[in-house]
């Protein structure tokens, strides 16, 4: 079961091609990643204050199947695919909706690998177990 | 005489009204500032690491008189209004120019207040004589 | 009674300070006056494909008291100040809730003039007057 | 042989990371894509204006080696790979520039495939062959 999160396309969202500038569907991604880890009772913000860590983008890819425009609803998910003490994988897809019904279109697909680092040198850190536990009950 | 940086608008800098979004010029505005104080030998991260202080506005406003459109080619411009230990006060506008002529349109026009701050504490803290020695030759 | 938008800050919209960038309040504040107008049944991209007309910001400003950080719960207002054949004048606040309490801090608050013009010509046109009834009851 | 397109780092760039965000290496990607295509005399608005026609992202990827930071002076590069009526892939990366040295470090690297299509119905439409001729004298 992927974790899912809305969005609302806004002004902001979109560009002179009448559609979703390219770059923002990374930000969509990264808004339902910190939404599923809230869920999973993980903050970042503390985790740094307690840990010294942080999760950064080690590689992330994406295709685009069709565009998206202003005010449209949209769906996006996050699917776990691999977590260690590395980092995690995770498939992610953005997704329109239509109102009142339950029809969604595949908008965006993509693949996001995060790696756990140290928050003032950057270097690679093994990823606190109780982060792994959160996400793998 | 004001200090004048060159833009170009991209399509990130659009949004689906085909103009460039009114956030953004907040955006250009702080490139040019940052742009003039590279310029008067202030490069605010060696700031931040030497003095423990950075710049923060404290307030903004602009007029939008005619937007600006995918490619074009603009001016932004910095004039300092007043700088004292608070901070500085600075007054903005955006050119849109015509390549090969010396025509310039005013697009924006607006002001900004930065305030100096401890970048731990954000409290605020006094403007470091060196800088405003700097900014006041 | 202004209308309310509830906004979650992601890492996107933070800079190197550790706070949200000064620029992104606009867009937060473009984000709720959108969701104002839906609320009263007034769907942008609608209205431009019925009407061909569109909202433009003229005048926007602002001012920052506190910042907003990464993960805060942000309440963002809108509050109709004028509206006439010109366009709408509202006054907005961004203000820091925390969660479990009523407690409301103002980081920011500023006014944004709309004018509604024609989405071709950018040229002002009249607002149509179902706009004006919808949001003066 | 790559084109290099210079860019500054600004707040606006970076996050509470204190480092680029990683979403914001796709738009130094599409600037640098921009004066390619600008200085190949490719002007996307005109092409539009001209043809109907517009480059949309059909797919990117992005490797993320070493993060940048305020104020790092980067070259972002554009190196065709594949030209066809469909479209354009393009390899990209982004490096660190010293100052005053020679030295440059790979900070991020990917790859982008745009497609053609009718700017109206975003449908696929064959690249015009002067484009395609501009891109391969």
Excluded at 34 to 58: C, N, P
Excluded at 108 to 135: F, H, M, N, Y
């Amino acid at each position: 079961m992927a974790f899912e999160f809305p969005i609302h396309i806004y002004w902001e969202d979109t560009d002179a091609g009448g559609i979703v500038y390219y770059a923002n569907y990374l930000r969509f991604f990264e808004r339902a990643r910190t939404e599923w880890l809230r869920a999973a009772g993980i903050h970042q913000r503390t985790m740094r204050e307690q840990t010294g860590g942080m999760f950064v983008v080690a590689e992330a890819s994406l295709k685009y199947l069709r565009p998206a425009r202003l005010e449209d609803e949209l769906i996006v998910t996050v699917q776990l695919q691999e977590a260690g003490r590395a980092g995690l994988l995770m498939a992610q897809q953005v997704l329109l909706t239509e109102p009142g019904t339950a029809a969604r279109t595949l908008l965006c697909e993509g693949s996001v690998r995060a790696a756990w680092v140290d928050a003032q040198t950057l270097k690679p850190k093994r990823l606190p177990s109780d982060i792994l536990q959160k996400l793998n009950p």
